[in-house]
């Protein structure tokens, strides 16, 4: 299954606006069309992650026209090849809008989302992608921990992912490499020289997101992974949790590794 579009590029029309939309294309945004004639553009996200939301419609505001954000309910399901968790989400979109038709065409060529072929990667096109399905953990070598950054990229197949791989290392010169996970697929930057590379990019970015901080702050990771937490921090991821928080953001929150995690929370289920 082809997964980059071979079309040449198209300007969509939307001024400053793009590097900020193939950012969340290539994350968490769908487009969606109303035949032939416009498309609308739905980004969705956990409570916790509102502010986002709100700081993307802001740098968007002047091209995009945009309903009031609002509160939905998501059923638990799987959205172009990645999972969606159930639970009550943040949910921003646009009104149908006919400068956004050519933007459909060029992501969604036979209606599946795909990596254009002339994507065009900026710092703020990586950070949006990153704020929007990207984390930073660690691996485990031996005794030692080493950071690492795992941008999820199920829905673009290996052929896209490879595609993505590549045009880090062309554009900015970040070495990653592609694994898959089970079903999933998914960019890895690995070792402390390519993650503060990656970081130093995405910072100026990111730093404007409060609630985005933690996904560029080095410091949290610790030399030596945690095992045990204490009552009040059990209490308060399992409140995190409960927002809608995903397992490997806690993981990172306080520190521990995703075993760890799912042991205080399994332990939640079953009291």
């Not at 592609?178 to 503060?196: D, K």
């Not at 609630?211 to 009040?232: F, G, N, Q, V």
């Given at each position: 299954m082809h997964t980059i579009h071979q079309k040449g590029r198209c300007d969509i029309g939307l001024e400053g606006t793009t590097p900020y939309l193939d950012g969340s294309l290539l994350g968490d945004g769908t487009l969606e069309p109303y035949k032939e004639i416009s498309a609308r553009l739905q980004i969705r996200h956990q409570i916790a992650h509102a502010e986002y939301n709100l700081w993307f419609m802001e740098k968007t505001s002047e091209s995009l026209r945009w309903y009031e954000p609002s509160e939905v309910h998501q059923k638990g399901m799987k959205i172009e090849g990645r999972a969606i968790v159930s639970g009550r989400q943040h949910s921003i979109r646009t009104r149908y809008m006919m400068e956004l038709v050519k933007a459909r065409k060029r992501w969604y060529p036979e209606s599946k989302k795909i990596v254009p072929s002339d994507l065009v990667l900026t710092p703020e096109t990586v950070a949006v992608w990153y704020m929007d399905d990207g984390s930073l953990g660690f691996s485990r070598p031996v005794k030692n921990l080493s950071p690492v950054i795992v941008l999820y990229t199920a829905g673009f197949g290996k052929e896209g992912s490879l595609f993505l791989s590549q045009l880090l290392l062309e554009t900015?010169?970040?070495?990653?490499?592609?694994?898959?996970?089970?079903?999933?697929?998914?960019?890895?930057?690995?070792?402390?020289?390519?993650?503060?590379?990656?970081v130093?990019?995405?910072?100026?970015?990111?730093?404007?997101?409060?609630?985005?901080?933690?996904?560029?702050?080095?410091?949290?990771?610790?030399?030596?992974?945690?095992?045990?937490?204490?009552?009040?921090?059990?209490?308060e991821m399992r409140s995190m949790r409960a927002a809608g928080m995903k397992l490997r953001q806690l993981a990172l929150q306080f520190q521990v590794g995703m075993t760890t995690v799912k042991k205080y929370i399994r332990k939640e289920k079953g009291a």
């Open positions: 900015f010169g970040i070495k990653s490499s592609v694994h898959q996970n089970r079903a999933s697929w998914q960019i890895a930057v690995s070792g402390r020289t390519q993650v503060e590379k990656f130093k990019l995405v910072s100026p970015t990111v730093s404007q997101v409060a609630c985005m901080r933690y996904k560029i702050d080095l410091s949290r990771l610790p030399e030596r992974e945690r095992k045990h937490l204490t009552e009040a921090e059990v209490k």
